[in-house]
């Protein structure tokens, strides 16, 4: 008897000594370090870990609470992503980002059901944008349909405010979040009079022959781009290899990479793709990385992806975590914060350009103003050049904005569906 | 000619170099499969490990640096030299022959005369293995492939076959890429050098017996850890080959290892214990899948290219399910 207790004692000790102390902030992170997709996963949870110890080492945490990372491997994988969350949400997780449209989309539900905010940014369900009807996610600062329309809008811009007649081609995941863009393209496309054709292409996307022989045979004015891991590579190199102009080739974020374009070589220069931050390592912040983070020893990796556009995703990431919970510490007069607190203070959170250059990321995004109804933020972007001699990538347009008309009439039509489909009672926002 | 029959035959021009680079993962799995009835799970993944030593070694890549760095504080990546590509693929086929010593001894030789699902599924821990102890030594970043092979359409082919289109058409010839007519000449000499090796030589005849019979085999003298040793160093070379022309063409990275499945319908109709079959399997894969993503894919949405290679090879295995060049097995009771 005596030894069975001794044993309970040591194993509450244990377990007393690993639980996390109520008041840390607890961040998990869904991250791929494994598997085909691991090349874009690795820099992104460097980040969004770099960011946090930095806070922590330099700061000592957010309003002196140490902040603590839980990174759970998905390999990308949706039910690996299912595993991981219900696996931490026990551990006092204040916020979700699963870097996974397919993960997303299952986390919704469940996250909703358990009161923990989700942050899918820049990806995931695009009509969690409204937040009437998703008020545990959230999608800031941009979703699918406002890249899409953004896209649109430089193309327009490029030939002179007039899109008729002209053909955009659409290469896509043959996948939900590939098939994302598509309604909004074809909104678009009867407004602007453009002709819209569409090429799927299935998982992983290796082999792309007969969509670039129909492009070439097609020869639209325009090709965009919703793709992911080997699909943005070879697409690139085939687009380089039937030398379709690359200038007129346009991406989403997530085939943006500096992944997506070094196997293509000088084929890849001058390859265009939208972004929702800045490129390269020139700003302050990432002194401190360096100084407080990598040289100090404490880097999630090697520090080799500092200033690339996956790692500088995962900072960005982490950033707007810190900042919406000091927000909700704000908010709620309490460093002590609960996932709901969290979510009050996603759903306050304003992050003007001042703000921005406090934390050594001036002009490094839009600002932020989110609300209760709107989650998705200011839906800015700008559009980057890929320039294969200097291996850099350079904005070559300010920030800009999707077309509201088209983009939130979307989100209401869809958001509503949704909400009709799951009985879902929109939540009243004060305006 | 017709521009649109131009545009036919450009479809099937590219099938076909497609299908080559289907066959030559394909043949890798045949050569195993010949050679000792092992259906290998891990081909795919040995073409991504042979891909990332071949840059690693090119490119002068300290291995396992992630895991030294880790242990003893240091920060070593490179060794700052970077090494011609003849040299790092001399190189890479002695890490290959090395892994087949290896894996024959510490695994292939414990298993003689097992049944083929226990050495399948020793495979299937091969692959995983090997995944993992590649990413471990030479990280999981995409690296560029460059061993100096021509890749992008071809001018000249493009200038002759412009010629081909009626007067005034606005056809701009037609599309190959440089990169799949190298492979197209590699898998030939490869085809060729592998036909020979194993009907007209006495090793070539030996890799037949064991596959027929591992103890039968024995008992005639056959060493069979030399067979298998010698097997498994050849299929690391073909992987060595497939890795690189599949590298080239998206950088090497982890999802090399899926280019398995662009071989499964390959082996299914051209017959898993032939090495011809595993080219004119891929070539017919590769025509059929290219037209019905052309002409069948936009009528349903297209994307149909992957799985309609599948129902091409199950069509196939209705009336022939040896496969085109397959042995057929008859068992009489």
Redesign the interface.
Known sequence: MRFKLLVASAAAAMVMGTAPAFADLVFPSLSY???????NG?PFADGYADYFTLINERDGGVEGQMIKLIECETGYNTEKGVECYESTKGEGALLYQPLSTGITYQLIPKATADNIPVHSMGYGRTSAANGKVFPWVFNYPGTYWDAASIIVKYINDQEGGDLNGKKIALVYH?SAYGKEPIRTLEELAKKHGYELS?????H?G??Q???W??I??ERPDYVTMWGW??MN??AI?EA????FPMDHFIGVWWSASE?DV??A?D?ANGYKAIAFHGVGSDFPLFDDLKKYVIDA?KAAG?G?HLGEVLYNRGVYAAMLAVEAARTAMKLHDTTDITPTMMRDGMEALVLDNARMAEIGLPNFGPEINVTCSNHGGPGLGAISQWDANSKTWSLVTDFMGADREVVDALIMEDSEAYAAENNIEPVACGS | MNVEFL?FL??VL??L??GV?YALVALGFALIFKASGIFNFAQGVMALFAALTLVGLQTGQVPFA?LI?AIF?TEV?HFGWELPAIIAIAGTLVVMVAFAYLFEGLVLKHLVNQEPIILFMATIGLAYFLE?FG?LMWG???K???VGIP???SFWWEDVTREWAPEGSDYFGM?V?KLDVVAAIVAVVLVSALVAFSQYTKFGRALRAVADDHQAALSVGISLRTIWVVVWSIAGFVALVAGIM?GA???V???????AL?ALPVLILGGFTSIPGAIVGGLIIGVG??LA??YI?PLV???I???FAYVVALMFLLFRPQGLFGERIIERI
């Open positions: 370090r494994t598997g085909p997709y691991a090349p690795i043959n569409l090429y799927p292409v299935d992983p290796q082999e022959k007969a969509t022989l129909q070439r045979k891991g080997v590579q070879v190199q380089a290899n039937i030398r992944n070094l196997p070589g084929g020893g090697d080799s | 545009f450009e479809t590219n099938g170099m497609a680079m992630h760095n504080g990546h993992g990413d999981a970043d995409i560029p492939m460059d890749s992008g359409g599309y890429d599949w063409k998206s950088g990275q982890f999802s090399l290892s899926l280019i662009k899948e290219k993503e052309l894919g949405g297209g994307a290219e992957n799985w």
